[in-house]
């Protein structure tokens, strides 16, 4: 018998000829690995490669950043403006001009008929930071609606509203560098390998240099999970029990910072009063979790030299996201684990550029962390704006949460989507799907036309993606970095920046303000609004020029440093600079002067109030959402791609196999979930990673599991409760639900 092939016949890959390489940053996750695009002898897209020299990603990129070149012809690309009279009707194409006159005359003929705030626009952390700064400018100095939101409240809300609580302004303290420093990490509701696998592979690095015990507190055995010396696989939204009852043994053993809590911080005594209700004894009831672990994972914790914790959606997508954070915030602060190498509360953003947005697009403030409701803000950006400062409203108007409530309440007429794709991603998607009926006017502006949301427009503009536009991303650890326009935008779609500036001239009867030609002149701006003032978002010595040198500059970056820097390495041209030349701050809050009032940091004590979801007779199971490594959010790109969506091209679920058997469901079979907002067909897959009280849907998929959720909001941050809900499961005929889910996967 003969094995094997007996005429072999190569694989031959054509030779792909690069004319050129471009430098780009990822538009996928918040990790900000740097990609080099290979142009052809056209200058079309022939390749990517990770580029090596950059610090976060050295030469690595995980699935979605190696495939994604492929996204600039896929399926469904908007080529030219759609216009029609009513939603539903077949759309007409029309030019650019006919579709931005007709928005902004929607616009102005709905605030003159309902005032200024029933327009909503409702942007994203997926654009280019130019682009939010631009954005920001239009609707706070011009259109003037203060219902003015972005998809981060979904995403990172929690973290910002707890990073400002604890330490008086937003940032994350610490860097990936952080993982070559510390003696412990914990990891609370945090995916790294699926999620930011490229953070993780620095991650893994360091574990494999130096060993150190990593915690990981998640419901799910996720493959973090899995690697982890100590999973702590917690009842769903008690995190906050949790970190309770550490605190209360760390206090109680004397394994606190007495000096760094003296010296640095405010509230103690308050936030030990508390403690006292959080034994562990009692806490282990409530979080899942038994004394004795509880009791060692703080131990482990303290007495580690440094400690560092992450965290991502587990905490931030919660009734209790912004507490969760103040209370990592509150460990980390009793520890002495602030702001020190290996020592930090280091948020894992979400999106490309959620960091971006938070930053610099004004969705609830005014642009570089400033506030509406602080009078030096305003004045600061009326005048830099050169408009008056009355035109900005007194304080902050609704978040994305509460738009969708506002327009079934008929406050909100109108509405402008950027970049986002709430019909799938919000939670309770009956409920959107009225509100968005309600709507007299509804434009998205988006790359893909067959994005669900249009099927409610009565505009849609396309937008050109990624590299064929230019400008700047702000990644998880503060570092901004850069994508030079490679391609020509698709067809007719234009850049988001051109949208905006042509869409500011019609609105220029209200305020006339200067928009500079090219996203570049937009950064000199910021860099200008970002000076001085004691801001930790200092990013005026910054350049694009040095940005690309360095592959990527952390904030804060001030002037004096960079001309320091280039007079130090007397470079004429950055551009042969080196990386190292161009350092920003790897780390916040170093020096224990935070941006409070009085320069320390709050302890604030978190009581758990349980108004989740829970399971029940009627509603048994845990229904838990999240992500999977192939896919990106709402699959717009990535469904696109067959490399990455051949992976799990159809909406499936996690189930427990000895739940399954309880209620005679097969691997591989359909099954119908149900909740108290509506129901989804999903496949099911037997594992072990989810316990039998619990189901995991990735929320990847259309009419899938947001038919199903619930999203209670967090009182604090507005961010909702995507991962806590009841659900029931109901067998379906095979057949019928087989023909359902072909229906459902349009490509
Ligand atoms: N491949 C891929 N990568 C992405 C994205 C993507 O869509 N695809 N999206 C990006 C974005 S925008 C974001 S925000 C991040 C999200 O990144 P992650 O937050 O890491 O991803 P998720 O899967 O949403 O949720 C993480 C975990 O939270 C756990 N969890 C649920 N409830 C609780 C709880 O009560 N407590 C705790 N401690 N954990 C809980 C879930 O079981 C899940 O394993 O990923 C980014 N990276
Ligand atoms: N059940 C459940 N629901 C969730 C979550 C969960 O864990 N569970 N996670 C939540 C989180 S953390 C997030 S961040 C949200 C994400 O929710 P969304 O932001 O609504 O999802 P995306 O698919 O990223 O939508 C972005 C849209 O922008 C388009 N786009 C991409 N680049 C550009 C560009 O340059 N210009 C323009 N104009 N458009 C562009 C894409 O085609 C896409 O349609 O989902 C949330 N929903
Ligand atoms: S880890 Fe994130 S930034 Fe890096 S290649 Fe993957 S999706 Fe892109
Ligand atoms: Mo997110």
């Given at each position: 018998m003969i094995f094997g092939r007996t005429q072999r016949k190569p694989i031959a890959i054509p030779a792909k000829t690069v004319k050129e390489w471009k430098y780009s940053t990822c538009n996928y996750c918040s990790t900000g690995c740097a990609i080099e695009l290979g142009l052809g002898e056209?200058?079309?897209?022939?390749t990517s490669r990770g580029h090596a020299g950059a610090d976060v990603n050295r030469g690595k990129l995980c699935i979605k950043g190696l495939l994604e070149?492929?996204?600039?012809?896929?399926?469904?690309?908007?080529?030219v403006p759609l216009l029609r009279e009513r939603a539903h009707q077949p759309f007409a194409a029309g030019s650019w001009d006919a579709a931005l006159d007709r928005t902004a005359e929607e616009i102005k003929r709905i605030q003159a008929q309902h005032g200024r705030d029933a327009f909503a626009v409702v942007s994203t952390g997926q654009l280019l930071t130019e682009e939010f700064y631009t954005l920001g400018k239009l609707v706070?100095?011009?259109?003037?609606?203060?219902?003015y939101d972005g998809n981060t409240t979904l995403c990172m809300a929690s973290a910002v509203s707890g990073y400002k609580r604890s330490f008086g302004a937003d940032g994350p303290p610490g860097c990936y560098g952080d993982f070559e420093h510390t003696h412990c990490l914990m990891a609370f509701g945090s995916n790294l390998p699926e999620q930011h696998p490229i953070i993780y592979w620095r991650l893994k690095e360091a574990l494999e240099k130096r060993r150190f015990p990593l915690i990981v507190v998640d419901p799910r055995v996720t493959m973090l999970a899995q690697f982890a010396d100590i999973h702590l696989a917690i009842t769903p939204g008690t995190d906050t029990v949790l970190i309770n009852a550490m605190m209360h043994v760390i206090f109680k053993e004397g394994l606190h910072d007495a000096d760094y809590i003296a010296r640095h911080t405010q509230g103690a005594d308050e936030l030990r009063a508390l403690l006292a209700d959080y034994d562990p004894k009692t806490a282990q009831h409530v979080c899942g979790i038994d004394e004795d672990r509880i009791r060692t994972v703080a131990r482990i914790y303290a007495k580690a030299p440094r400690a560092m914790s992450i965290w991502t959606m587990g905490i931030n997508q919660s009734t209790h996201g912004s507490d969760g954070v103040v209370d990592i915030n509150n460990l980390n602060l009793i520890t002495g684990n602030i702001g020190r190498p290996g020592g930090t509360s280091l948020s894992i953003t979400g999106q490309c550029n959620a960091m971006g947005t938070r930053e610099w697009s004004s969705c609830s403030g005014l642009p570089g962390y400033r506030q509406l409701e602080k009078p030096k803000d305003r004045q600061r950006v009326a005048e830099f704006w050169g408009i008056a400062e009355a035109f900005f409203p007194p304080a902050r108007g609704l978040a994305q949460t509460d738009i969708f409530p506002a327009i079934e309440t008929g406050e909100i007429k109108g509405l402008w989507l950027v970049a986002t794709n709430p019909m799938t991603s919000m939670a309770n998607q009956p409920r959107i799907r009225r509100a968005m009926e309600k709507l007299e006017f509804l434009v998205v502006q988006d790359v893909y036309e067959d994005v669900e949301t249009t099927q409610y427009a009565h505009v849609f503009l396309p937008a050109a993606v990624w590299a064929e536009k230019e400008g700047c991303h702000t990644n998880t650890e503060r570092r901004v970095n850069l994508t030079r326009n490679a391609l020509r935008p698709y067809a007719d779609s234009k850049p988001d920046f051109w949208i905006f500036n042509q869409m500011a001239r019609r609105f220029e009867d209200r305020n006339k303000i200067h928009y500079p030609a090219t996203p570049e002149g937009a950064f000199e701006e910021m860099r200008e609004l970002s000076k001085g003032e004691g801001r930790t978002l200092d990013i005026s010595g910054m350049s694009y020029d040095r940005i690309e040198a360095a592959r990527g500059i952390q904030w804060p970056y001030s002037e004096a440093r960079a001309l320091a820097d280039e007079a130090r390495i007397g470079a004429a041209d950055t551009r042969t600079a080196l990386r190292q030349d161009f350092l920003g701050?790897?780390?916040?809050?170093a020096d224990g002067a935070f941006q409070t009032a009085s320069g320390r940091a709050n302890l604030i004590p978190v009581r758990f109030v349980n108004n989740n979801e829970c399971p029940d007779a009627e509603y048994p199971f845990w229904l838990n959402s999240g992500r999977v490594v192939e896919h990106f959010h709402t699959r717009t790109r990535t469904g696109k791609i067959g490399n990455c969506n051949k992976f799990s091209p159809t909406p499936y679920m996690e189930m427990n196999p000895d739940a399954a058997q309880a209620l005679g469901v097969e691997h591989q079979s359909y099954v119908r979930v149900v909740s108290r907002r509506g129901d989804a067909v999903v496949m099911v897959q037997l594992t072990q990673r989810v316990g039998r009280d619990m189901l995991f849907i990735p929320f990847h998929f259309h009419d899938c599991v947001n038919r199903l959720t619930l999203g209670l909001l967090d009182p604090h941050s507005r961010q909702p409760a995507f991962k806590q809900n009841a659900a029931r499961i109901e067998k379906i005929d095979q057949r019928e639900a087989a023909r359902l889910n072909l229906e459902r996967r349009s490509f």
């Open positions: 056209q200058g079309q897209i022939v070149h492929e996204l600039f012809d896929s399926p469904g690309r908007g080529k706070r100095g011009q259109i003037g609606t203060n219902n701050d790897a780390r916040l809050y």
